[in-house]
């Protein structure tokens, strides 16, 4: 056998193994745990998107943007437990913050809107991080408990 012919032969199992490889961890895996996840999870997969009077509102795993001064907002800049900004929750403390700003804009009490605060505190696990509140899901709040000032939204 020449040496052309041997670079041949032990080139072939390599491509093989790579092809096969591929196949089954770029496409077969990740097509069978997408499938899974859309029988057994579809809220989750598709994620968690919320729905007002039928319409798509946002996702309760991605930051919303809120200006207006009726709503919470997010908070302005990434804290160091969520670097990438993108994160849902505020803390207990940013959220009270805001309650002069949405009772000026809506006319809400604030005790009220201190109420709806802290029945939306989400908890931690034991020790770790502080109480925290979904942007969205107490906006959500909001819109239900005071649809005469929410009225224009969906």
Known sequence: ????????????????LAL???????????????GLAQILFPYQANGEIIKLKGQNIGS???????????FFH?????????????????????AYSQIPRIHDATGIPTDSLTSIVNQNEE??????????????????ALIKAYPSIYNSFP
């Open 123 to 140: 908890g931690t696990l034991w020790i770790f991080g502080s109480p925290y509140v979904n942007v969205l899901r107490i906006n959500l």
């Open 20 to 34: 096969l490889s591929f196949l089954i961890c770029g496409l077969f895996f990740p097509l069978l745990i997408t």
């Open 74 to 94: 997010p908070r302005d800049t990434p804290t160091p437990v969520s670097a990438s900004g993108v994160d849902p929750d505020i803390t207990l403390d940013d």
């Open 1 to 16: 056998m020449t040496t052309k012919t041997k670079e041949k032969w032990s080139s072939r199992p390599l491509l093989t």
């Open 60 to 70: 309760n795993l991605i930051a919303q943007n809120f200006t207006e001064p009726i």
